[in-house]
């Protein structure tokens, strides 16, 4: 078990979905007339259509922690659930708090005594720390004044998701476990569209973590069929992701409902399995996507600090005018480079002392 496990074209994966989340948040002006272009409008319309950074997250997460725990538990025989809160504490919170001292701390002070402008928090600190900023967001209807605690309610929601996960697998072991899924996934989508819940509700959430786990599952299981089901041609692969293009469109849209959002989250497990499975048409081809992937989660919650410090340089400090070539191109590019050097430095000089520490804790290594 001590032996070194990894998938193939996952960390490409997350470099897609982080650059899509990106996207969705790149675009910001103060001017009126940038903002009423047809250039900027069609900037926005474009981010909108990209919002599904999160969805790839959320249903890689179900994949990969469905598909660890199902194998650690058949080649142990048991699964150690204190070793598998310690790894995920030791990956996700070192980051995830830093970015809330940063919140609730550094930027009331940054835009007290530096910008000397007014501050004035709505969030719940407590809620936060205890990985509920997502139903605090959703209390709010707000999203936080505190620049970097936005992107922290998709955290909660994957915290959430691992406090109760294994616990369903201890009481559905082995095989069993394959019905548990689709009772979770089935009752998402149920209960998701009778009470017309949001996206940042945890419920709702379920529909794309309990989809990656549906194929996190039949990887382990099922891995015959699933070549099977994979083994398509390339052009075949690229209509599931004009399919999965069509459906986020609809989901934008309002067509579909919860069926689209059912959909994508399907479509979705299916590529992360094709990936796996698949040798063509692999996303690791492209030696930026594969090398950038172990960087994104600082990247996913640095990008919008890096993003606020960035215009702060721009409008505040060096007072350069606005344009929309400033707007769509340089600061989003500025703020691409900072955003990875941040996440960089953070991976090697702060998060790997972390992730020596979890490696103790690991019977498989990914």
Not at 37 to 48: E, G, N, P, R, T
Not at 304 to 311: E, S
Request: charge should be positive; proline fraction near 4%; include cysteine.
């Amino acid at each position: 078990m001590g032996e070194k496990f990894r998938f193939q074209n996952l960390d490409s994966i997350r470099t897609i979905a982080f650059l899509s989340t990106f996207c969705a948040h790149a675009f910001y002006t103060q001017s009126d007339i940038i903002a009423d272009s047809s250039a900027f409008k069609f900037a926005i319309s474009f981010s909108h259509f990209f919002s599904f950074g999160v969805p790839i997250f959320f249903v890689l997460s179900g994949f990969l922690i469905t598909f660890l725990m199902l194998k650690e538990q058949q080649e142990k025989n048991y699964f150690n659930l204190k070793h598998f809160y310690l790894r995920r504490v030791l990956r996700i919170w070192p980051i995830y708090f830093v970015v809330l001292i940063f919140g609730f701390v550094v930027f009331p002070i940054i835009r007290l005594y530096v910008l000397h402008l007014p501050t004035g928090e709505t969030a719940n600190p407590i809620m936060y720390a205890l990985f509920l900023s997502n139903f605090d967001q959703l209390a709010q209807e707000t999203l936080p004044f505190g620049v970097g605690l936005g992107p922290t309610w998709s955290v909660s929601v994957e915290e959430q998701f691992y406090l109760f996960w294994p616990l369903i697998l201890l009481l559905f072991p082995k095989k069993r476990f394959g019905l548990a899924v689709l009772i979770t996934l089935i009752s998402s989508v149920l209960i998701s569209y009778s009470f017309d819940l949001v996206a940042k509700n945890t419920v709702h959430c379920m529909i794309y973590l309990s989809s990656g786990a549906l194929f996190g599952y039949l990887v382990y299981y099922h891995k015959n069929r699933i070549e099977k089901l994979t083994n398509i041609s390339t052009g075949l692969f690229i209509g599931v992701l004009f399919l999965l293009f069509g459906s986020i469109y609809a989901s934008i849209n309002g067509i579909g409902s919860y069926l689209s959002v059912a959909l994508i989250a399907l479509l979705i497990g299916y590529i992360i399995a094709f990936q796996v499975q698949n040798k063509r048409f692999q996303f690791k081809k492209i030696p930026f996507f594969e090398r950038l992937g172990k960087y994104t989660y600082g990247l996913y919650l640095f990008h919008v600090i890096c993003n606020f410090i960035t215009h702060t340089v721009f409008d505040d400090i060096i007072h350069l005018p606005e344009s929309q070539l400033s707007v769509l191109l340089i600061k989003p590019i500025v703020s691409l480079g900072l955003s990875l050097l941040v996440s960089i430095l953070s991976y090697r000089y702060f998060e790997s002392y972390f992730l020596k520490l979890k490696l103790k804790f690991s019977p498989l290594k990914n």
